[in-house]
C-alpha cells in the first residue's frame, strides 16, 4: 500500500514556475505507476500527467505539454511535477495518485491510493 502526500503548492504570478513534490510511504513505491490530478473550482477532477514504475514511460494532458514535467526518484519514494509557464486557468488543487498497475491511465479511477491535494493558485 501507498500513502500519497503531496506538498509545493502556492501563488505564483502567470508566467512563473512551481515544482510539486509527492512523498509516498510503502515498500511498493518504486513498482507503482504514480498520476498528477488536478482539479478547479467548479470542475471536474482532470487529468495532468503520469510516469510508469521506472519512469521510462511518461504521458500528458495537451493542455500541459511543453510546460509540465513529471519525474520520480525510487531512491526517495517521491515523484515531481515541474510546472513551468504557468497560467492561471492552470489554478486548481493538484493530487498525486499511485496505481499497482504497470500501464499508465489517465484514469483517476485507476489509481488505488490518492493524496489530499495542494492548492496552486497563478495570478493573472
Known amino acids: 500500500q501507498v500513502q500519497p502526500v503531496e506538498s509545493g503548492g502556492g501563488l505564483v504570478q502567470a508566467g512563473g514556475s512551481l515544482r510539486l513534490s509527492c512523498a509516498a510511504s510503502?515498500?511498493?513505491?518504486?513498482?507503482?505507476?504514480m498520476g498528477w490530478f488536478r482539479q478547479a473550482p467548479g470542475k471536474e477532477r482532470e487529468f495532468v500527467a503520469t510516469?510508469?514504475?521506472?519512469?521510462?514511460?511518461?504521458l500528458y494532458a495537451d493542455s500541459v505539454k511543453g510546460r509540465f514535467t513529471i519525474s520520480r526518484d525510487n531512491t526517495k519514494n517521491a515523484v515531481y511535477l515541474q510546472m513551468n509557464s504557468l497560467k492561471p486557468e492552470d489554478t486548481a488543487v493538484y493530487y498525486c495518485?499511485?496505481?499497482?498497475?504497470?500501464?499508465?491511465?489517465?484514469?483517476?479511477?485507476?489509481?488505488?491510493?490518492r493524496g489530499q491535494g495542494t492548492q496552486v493558485t497563478v495570478a493573472s
Open positions: 495518485a499511485a496505481s499497482p498497475s504497470p500501464s499508465i491511465s489517465r484514469n483517476y479511477n485507476s489509481y488505488a491510493f
Open positions: 510503502g515498500r511498493t513505491f518504486s513498482s507503482n505507476t
Open positions: 510516469i510508469s514504475w521506472n519512469g521510462g514511460r511518461t
